[in-house]
């Protein structure tokens, strides 16, 4: 029996409209507590209630978005790599959501929290590139900027965390550590900041009319 993707689709959009204004929140408000306010006080300080509204609004914007995650994989043919890396980043979405929420109660400080988001968003990202490259491969007819855009991002978010992990080798402080770390650093941002944007296109796109019909065993499960 064959199911109509569009319902998937639905529940998808409502997702990723949820994950795309929250993850945008997220970004104004830590880029506005890191800019202006002291990213590492010892005690509070004008710019914490930024950072803490901001961390909040990233732990909301992931959650929404573990539930596009396994909507794509619905849509999309199965596959091997798909299934395993719909895990991986729904996972690391999970992971890194939860550092967020225990960096704002004070159970870890930012150090495990950094080295967390940076070792999980490289999964994110990866998420990113692999669903963008079976999107592609669906509908390789269409108009196909939406998943380019995505496969783009993907790629340069997982480069730059393997040139941000690179920097690890060299001695520590050292002006070639900090030169590095900027040259992976600044695409790293980049991209994340840029992937709500690339999940508000997500929401708005015609994917779903385009997907092809799925078996209601799988399909049905969202």
Known sequence: MEHDPRIARSKMRAFAQLSAVTGI????????????????????????????????????????????AFALWVLLPASRTLRVWTVLGGASMALIALSCLLLVLRQIDFQV????????IAFVFGWQFVVSQQARRLQPEQDGLLWRWGSALGSIGIAAEVVLASALLLP???????????????????SWLALPLWTLALSRDDFAGRAVPLPRG?????
């Open 25 to 68: 929140m997220a970004g104004l408000f830590l880029l506005g507590y890191y800019t202006f306010g002291d990213p590492f006080p010892l005690v509070p300080t004008g710019w914490s209630w930024a950072g803490f509204f901001g961390n909040f609004a990233s732990v909301a914007s992931l959650i929404a978005l573990m539930p596009v």
């Open 113 to 120: 929290q950094g080295v967390t988001f940076a070792i999980c």
């Open 172 to 190: 520590w402080g050292s002006a070639a550590q900090l030169l590095v770390l900027t040259v992976g650093g600044v695409p790293s941002v980049l």
């Open 218 to 222: 799988r399909a049905a499960a969202f």
